[in-house]
């Protein structure tokens, strides 16, 4: 298993798009990272053609339920507990600024 699998410019590379400042003394991480990647590189020695692919690991066929309508609260009981309301709807603080 080779020590050296993410130069540093990849370990530069990867820490921008994960948008990280590596300080000089995390630099460790590269090394831990190029471990990590030479487990996947031993995997790659396993002789896999005859497995089928793996799409569901739970093993459930269908985990949704029918779309069912059942009794729900009415406008009225449903806004009783807000702080604001205004004709009928939810009334909150602007989220986006102009």
Known sequence: MS???????????IAK???LTIKPEELFIRDQLSQAAGYVDILKELDT??????Y??????NVSRDDVVLPSLT??????????TSNGYFSTSATIQK
């Open 3 to 13: 020590s050296n699998i993410i130069t540093d410019d990849q370990f530069q590379h």
């Open 17 to 19: 798009l994960s948008k």
């Open 49 to 54: 053609k005859a497995i089928e692919p793996t």
């Open 56 to 61: 569901q690991v739970n093993h459930k066929k």
């Open 75 to 84: 406008q009225e009981e449903s806004l009783s507990q807000a702080q604001k």
